[in-house]
């Protein structure tokens, strides 16, 4: 068998050079899913008229995964909005519930309207108004606290 | 002066060069058709013939930022886009006129996946496929240009080298993450997985409030996952062990390119280090789990491999 060729291994330094500098830009991404790691996060759920929390992904077809990182992209606008009025904010989770009210707006209704197929609809299914929560975690001393918030309801 | 910029240069090019491995055909063409198979069922919205139903592109990454992707909401439109994405895949997968076809699947598969991650909640398990097809499709594109009689039927040598070329893509997504990760924590990442437990915390309420269903008792995980939070939460240095080392086997992804044993060892690791996210953070890659294993694993090549090899 001839011996291989040699040759550099180019397209792994473009790749990399391209998903680094062009950053979320499908197929191009930075993947920065646990990018960092800190003692606080937050996740959202959602909830009926009843305060009965909601099988959002049963319902609607999306996971509150992905229906985090919607209300997230939220925050983070309605952060930068507020910073550049001038007011100073250290992190989200010193945001206030009326600073987070608009994204969690933003997401009821993008919800309502994006169901996956054969979910259009969904709303009428259950009892309205329907609230999202905003659940702050946070790890003091080793142990976990959670506080649950009504952001929004539609 | 220009001396010394040649030889530094002449380093780095053998510095960043590798032998390109032999694929036989019998490997390279299963290779072909399993990736194939893989695209065909992960392109978004795959199967509904009905299109997307998405009201617009809210939040637009890749092609999204410069077309209007909401034609891929029309049935009619959606169906045809189906059908010529499969068909050329189909000739693709054969190895038949893979400048074109390999185009024709690459922009599809990213104009649906751009028009997926759209919508605000960008996720990140088809990037690895639409960054696979592109360069495939470049490599083809090239090929053809320097050879044009390859268009059709490219030599065993093209399909070879494609091979060499899209297995650095996959592995690039992997060094990747890795990069950020030290990057954007201003190389503090290994030292704050301490808080990972957030994290745990954080997935299996989000999974509750998915569908509502609470922990099998009878599934062994279920019942260890409030166990291995508290044991991560009191021992942060045994957090620290078990997440850095995942952190490290993305850095050094890359030697899967060494050979086809250190594919084989990478590509199982890599393997098992999904199936481990899949199971404690519910963040499930598997396309990533079965491109690793067809390029990497590559159990047609063992076999052949082992066929090949004289009796002792």
């Known amino acids: 068998m ?7 291994l180019f397209t792994l330094v473009a790749v990399t050079a391209l998903c680094l500098s062009l950053g979320e830009n499908f197929p191009f991404s930075n993947f920065p899913m646990y990018r960092s790691f800190s003692d606080y996060s937050y996740y959202v759920y959602f909830t009926d008229a009843d305060g009965k929390p909601l099988p959002i992904k049963d319902l609607t077809g999306h996971r509150t995964s ?5 209300y997230n992209d939220e925050v983070k606008d309605t952060r930068k909005e507020l910073e550049a009025a001038g007011a100073k904010i250290d992190g989200y989770q010193f945001m206030t ?5 608009p994204a969690g707006e933003y997401t009821l209704e993008w919800l309502e309207e994006n169901a996956k197929e054969g979910r259009d609809g969904w709303t009428s299914k259950v009892k309205a108004p329907v609230r999202i929560h905003h659940v702050d975690i946070k790890v003091t001393d080793g142990k976990t606290t959670k506080t649950d918030t009504v952001v929004a309801e539609k | 002066m220009l001396g010394q910029l040649k030889s530094a240069s002449s380093r780095l090019y053998k510095a960043i060069s590798t032998p390109v491995e032999h694929h036989g055909l019998v490997e390279i063409l299963p290779m072909r058709i ?10 978004p919205n795959a199967f509904n013939w009905d299109g997307f139903a998405y009201d617009g ?9 410069f077309l209007d992707l909401t034609f891929l909401n029309e049935t009619g439109t959606w169906t045809t886009v189906l059908i010529v994405y499969w068909s050329a895949l189909a000739l693709f997968g054969i190895g038949l006129a893979p400048a074109v076809s390999a185009t024709v699947a690459a922009l599809i598969f990213n104009l649906a996946g751009a028009f997926e991650g759209s919508q605000g909640a960008d996720k ?15 490599h083809y594109i090239v090929a053809a240009i320097r050879a044009p009689k390859s268009l059709f039927r490219p030599s065993y040598l093209h399909h070879n080298l494609a091979i060499f070329h899209a297995k650095q893509a996959i592995v690039a997504t992997y060094l990747v993450t890795a990069i950020y990760k030290l990057w954007y924590s201003k190389f503090e990442w290994i030292k704050d997985s301490k808080h990972f437990p957030v994290q745990l915390v954080k997935t299996r309420d989000m999974d509750y409030y998915n569908s509502l269903e609470t922990p099998d008792p009878s599934n062994w ?32 992804a890359f030697l899967a390119l060494a050979g086809r044993k250190w594919g084989l060892i990478f590509g199982l690791a890599l393997i098992l280090f999904h199936l481990t996210i899949s199971r404690v953070m519910s963040l499930t ?19 052949h491999a082992a066929l090949k090899k004289p009796a002792l």
Not at chain 2, 57 to 63: E, H, M, R, S, T
Not at chain 2, 229 to 252: A, D, H, K, Q
């Open chain 2, 57 to 65: 592109q809210p939040d637009p990454v890749g092609l999204a930022h």
């Open chain 1, 66 to 70: 992905a229906l985090k990182k919607i």
């Open chain 1, 97 to 101: 519930p009326e600073q987070r009210k």
């Open chain 2, 124 to 138: 990140h398990h088809l990037q690895v496929i639409g960054l696979t097809l592109l360069v495939f499709a470049v």
């Open chain 1, 2 to 8: 001839p011996a291989p060729i040699r040759l550099p």
């Open chain 2, 285 to 303: 890659f598997e396309e990533n789990i079965l491109i690793i294993a067809i390029f990497f694993v590559n159990v047609p090549g063992w076999i």
């Open chain 2, 221 to 252: 995980f279920d019942r260890l996952s409030p166990a291995i939070e508290t044991f991560f939460l009191n021992n942060p240095n045994w957090c620290r062990f078990f997440i850095g080392s995942g952190l490290l086997l993305e850095l050094f």
């Open chain 2, 34 to 43: 399993l990736f194939a198979i893989v695209c065909a069922v992960s392109i």
